[in-house]
């Protein structure tokens, strides 16, 4: 009776073992079919606990077919309802085989926070695990935070899945392919390409390829003459892969770096690979692939300048994508749209396509946060273009569109466009600041908020938005009681960013070269004397300046005229945009702070010999509590902000800011605190206070290498930290200078109506007019980010 009751459940395990061996043939209706014939078989059998365990492997394994063709979603509901049932049944290392294959679902959807989630309960359970089951564990937790931004974890992650894997004389192709991944996530581009040759000495056929693939990418982008020879072998080796959506997406891959090479051999490749791709994912109906090769073929057109079948092919991804409602596809394709008939000279089709794009965008937040694994995708080439090309044509005079650009001669003194246009480049370029942000949070907690700009541009204060676009410097000013207005200077981006860089070094040496100052009055030139006569008509007081890019590594206060530095006519401010940080007076309270100190050299980092100077400068100044060196702990700080309701908090501590989030970090006597676990540590902070804190001052920060997206460490830390106002330097000096900055601006911010941004300027004055500070080497690498008022 008990065999004939078992039957059933035999036939339907025999039926999911099937439909493995048909799937690894692609034969995918007869895989259908013997899924379906095991689904029935097991909903006649009666309830059992060998029913359980049985419909988990069934479940399994429909889970793997699913994501094999593309039904992504339901793979990803299929294997949760699989977990479900392992777990019921007690088999706990198939339960975690199932987390492991939500977590390859849900990094494949963009589903990045869920994954997080699903790997904290993971790494929970991993320890207790067979050695395979931990490599195979450790593996996936490394894939996944990487693609969260957290580098350092997925590095630590997959060092442990390979030393873990050697000492079991198990298979390491896969994790070396996710520490080259890693590499390349952390810009070791060369470091990359090593550990890609070594991924490709691994025995399994479709690690090889991808390790080739990810190496052709590379190349494409740093090397091309290296490139050559891969990208003339690897459509051989694609061809001879299994069909399926593994080959579809290696097509689009290998496609994408070819197309970067741009010559005549490798587009007329790309073309023919995406070819088979259409061909293979409209015979798997996979809809979501098919939208991907066929936008991307449009876009093979586009390189080769065919523009009716670049369109045509571009209108039908679009179509496809939008019949799946994948946002994340469609504003590529939107964009593609725009950028087709910006070329043939369309301005007026091309902005509502642009438009489009934008707003699908703005509707993504979360499904932009990371990076994907089955396609190239980085934020700098995918999303953020979207923003500056918008924002190039909305500033471009309709006779100028879709051409070269050709500047004036001199920069316009008056708006040249109406206003409406430029209040939507303005909001345009906000977007992008809190995209940059999100991405470089690896969150989409940063929301953008309502704020009325002409309420903000009160009688004293003027706000100032530089854009760099890549054949001029664009600029919109909102100055007191006027319109917005533009205005153009004709740099192209590259000497802009190289004078900066050239004048950001002169400002960090102890001696004033000519050199130096005539960088200065070169960009003086360029971003202040086109509006020279604007702010002599409308007197502000304090300029806030919204930075873009590279600019957001220098100093606004040392922009020189000639015979006067900006400082000495305006209060200076910073803002990662006025949706993210409005304007809020300060409120009237007791001048209170938090002060917390390192002397000594820690965790690497050089002894800070002045901050105890520094530190007793404010005691004489303010009401103060004190942490200080071996009481300055993560714990003791956590405790004061939650304790005390000072308004100020005051940080004289190593503190960096870099291109990595995992960079970004302020250090305590007992570890260096991520801008993450700040954020955190202030906002439980917040829970209990009754106001936030008002002041963060960081007195000893320096920007890390790593370029324009360096400074992003220093606004993301303002925002994170929930402060209303950050006071940072740009570089860290340490030196007798310190103190004296920080004993004039606390005695100026002490006086009734001044503002943060005045009495940063007082002070910075105060040291230029000091016979041993004057060079600005030491005033002018302080910088105030957030509310000015």
Known sequence: MAATSNQPLNQALALSYLTLAYQQLSQWDAADRAITRSLNLLATAPDSAQKLAVSAQVHNTLGGLQFARGQTQAALETWQTAAKLYRQTGDESRYVNALLNQVQAQQSLGYYQPARRTLATLEQRLPQQSRPVQVLGYQRLGQTYRLLGDLELAQSHLQTALELAQREGLATGAILLGLANTAQGRGDWLGAIALYQQAEQSQAADIRLKARLNRLSLLAQHDPEAAQPLAATLPGELAEMPPGRGQIYAYINAAQSLLQLKTPTEIETAAQLLAHAIQQSMALQDTRAEAYARGYLGHAYEVSQQWREAQQLTEQALTLARSLNAADIAYQWQWQMGRLLNQQGQRAAALPAYRAAFTTLQSLKQDLVAVSDDLQFSFRDSVEPVYRELVDLLLQPESQAGLPSSPPPHPPTSPSLPSDSLAEARSVIEALQIAELNNFFRTACLEGQQVALEAVSQSTTGVIYPIILPDRLEIIASLPGQPLRQYTSPVPQAELEQTLTDWRQNLERRFTAPEGRALGQQLYRWLIAPMQAALAETHPQTLVFVLDGALRNTSMAALYDGERYLVEDYAIALSPGLQLLGPRPLQATRMAALLAGLT?????????????????????????????????????????????????????????????????????????????????????????????????????????????????????????????????????????????????????????????????????????????????????AYVLVGNWL
């Open 600 to 780: 000594e050299a820690r965790h690497g980092f050089s002894a800070l010999t002045n901050v105890k100077d520094e530190i007793q400068t404010i005691q004489a100044l303010l009401d103060s509590r004190v942490l200080f060196d071996e009481r300055f702990t993560t714990t003791a700080l956590t405790q004061k902000i939650a304790q005390t309701e000072l308004p100020i908090v005051h940080l004289a501590t190593h503190a960096q800011y870099s291109s990595n989030l995992q960079d970004t970090f302020i250090l305590a006597w007992d570890r260096p605190i991520p801008v993450d676990e700040l954020s955190l540590l202030l906002s439980a902070g917040d829970q209990i206070r009754v106001e936030p804190i008002e002041l963060l001052v960081l007195s000893a920060c320096e920007t890390a290498t790593g370029g324009n997206r360096a400074a992003l460490g220093l606004a993301g830390l303002s925002l994170q930290a929930g402060a209303r106002s950050t006071l940072a330097s740009l570089w860290n000096l340490d030196d007798a200078s310190g103190a004296y900055f920080i004993r004039q601006f606390y005695q100026a911010l002490a006086q009734p109506g001044t503002t943060k941004a005045e009495a940063l300027r007082q002070a910075q004055l105060a040291l230029l007019q000091h016979p041993d500070y004057r060079h600005p080497i030491y005033w002018s």
